[in-house]
């Protein structure tokens, strides 16, 4: 369990960063030549046309391990990452913080959201400074948005997956995503079993603090 938990450490705060991404409008660069700016356009219309999303996800880091669990949303900013039995870690945002909890050491680690390089994707008041762009998938089905912050190469690198689906958002279907952070360490999560729409109360971005303080 020790070693699954340090797995856990590791992939999370870029597997959450990812999902912040995706809950946030994109500012679009120029489009790869193997698509169109329409596909680009269509792209960033189904990331803005959530509301709210339930899905099943796999978390695999670039050691193949892999961890399933609940991806809740509520846009803006709103982002809980529910693991499986048995793994003690929690990742939620409430909007305004990015929480990371570990239970078996009761420990807390809180980063706030606005004066973070993830505010600006977060707050539509405030200039985005992360850029979208098209990349080549090979797939006429499949639309591929790479998403990165050139003035901050540090924070990494994430490359959303769309496909087609007439019922989804804008018709279009966020199946997975791809992180890669300034370590090379690679983590991809993959969706299944997408809920769009659903009341998604507020508290379900709240945690029970394990250092004994009231539930947050």
Known sequence: MNSLISKVRLVAGAAVSAALVVSAPLTVAAPAAAQSSGDLAQAVSALRGISTLRANFVQTDRNGKRLGGVLTLKRPGKIRFQYEKGVP?????DGSA????????????RWPIRNSPLGALLDPNRDVMKYGKLVPVGNPNVVGIEVRDKSHPEYGVITMMFVRKASAPAGLELSSWASLDSQNNRTVINLSGHQYGAAVPDNTFRYNDPRGAARR
């Open 89 to 93: 870690i929690l990742v939620v945002s």
């Open 98 to 109: 990015l929480t990371f909890v570990d239970y078996s050491v009761r420990q807390v680690q």
